[in-house]
């Protein structure tokens, strides 16, 4: 069973940056996709940043440029680093593992963002 748990959230003013954690655990293959999503409030969620195993990453048009994903296997961990924070990027963060059809999910770290 995979288990995701996101630690980093916080508060900060527009122009700051925050880095938020994702400790996994559990058997991840080599084919699944690990990632963040976030939900604004009253709004849908949708990804933000993808890696794949051999380190190919993908981000939204909305943050390139100011965030960046990266994945440390020693440490079971992935990140966001989140730079020139925008209050639009005010939302609920999910860590997300997708294995073919299946997605797993962490519990979300709220990340607020103040003009």
């Known amino acids: 069973q995979v288990q995701l748990v996101e630690s980093g959230g916080g508060s900060v003013q527009a122009g700051g940056s925050l880095k938020l954690s994702c400790v996994f655990s559990?058997?991840?293959?080599?084919?699944?996709?690990m990632g963040w999503y976030r939900q604004p409030p009253g709004k849908e969620r949708v990804v933000v940043s993808s890696?794949?195993?051999?380190?190919?990453?993908n981000y939204a048009d909305s943050v390139k440029g100011r965030f960046t994903i990266s994945r440390d296997n020693a440490k079971n961990t992935l990140y966001l680093q989140m730079n020139s924070l925008k209050t639009e990027d005010t939302a609920v963060y999910y860590c997300?593992?997708?294995?073919?059809?299946?997605?797993?999910w962490g519990q979300g770290t709220q990340v607020t963002v103040s003009s």
């Open positions: 890696i794949a195993t051999g380190g190919t990453t």
């Open positions: 559990g058997y991840i293959a080599s084919w699944c996709v």
């Open positions: 997300a593992v997708t294995c073919s059809s299946r997605n797993y």
